[in-house]
C-alpha cells in the first residue's frame, strides 16, 4: 500500500484544515488507518485512527471533540478533519496504514510521507 497525505499549511489558531490520505495498490478496504503527528524534538503521537468498515474511530485526547476521522473507501481515502486548531496542533502530520486499529505506531506497516500544519496564534 502506498500512501500519500495532503491537505497540510499555514493556518490561524481558530481555524480549520482537512487532511487527505489517498491510497494505491493493495486493497485499502482491508486496512485500519491511523493519523499521527510529530513536532519537532517530540516523539511521533497518536491523533486519530478509522478501523477499515469506518465504524470504529479512536482519538487521542488532545484532540476529541475537534478533530473527526472518516474515510471512503471508494475512493481508497482517509480524512482527518481539523476543527479550532491551536498552537500545539503544529506539526508533520502522517497517515498510516495496518491490520488492526491500533494507537500503537510500530503496528503501523504502512506509512505516508507525511504534510505540515502550522497554526499561528
Sequence with gaps: ????????GL????????????ASGRTF????????RQA??????????????GSSRYYADSVKDRFTISRNNAKNTVYLQMNSLNAEDT?????AAGLVLTRTPSAYDYWGQGTQVTVSS
Excluded at 478496504?29 to 499521527?36: D, H, M, P
Design 91 to 95: 506539526a508533520v502530520y502522517y497517515c
Design 29 to 36: 478496504s482491508n486496512y485500519a488507518v491511523g493519523w499521527f
Design 11 to 22: 493556518v490561524q489558531a481558530g481555524g480549520s484544515l482537512k487532511l487527505s490520505c489517498a
Design 1 to 8: 500500500v502506498q500512501l500519500q497525505a495532503s491537505g497540510g
Design 40 to 53: 519537532p524534538g517530540k516523539e511521533r503521537e497518536f491523533v486519530a485512527g478509522i478501523d477499515w468498515t
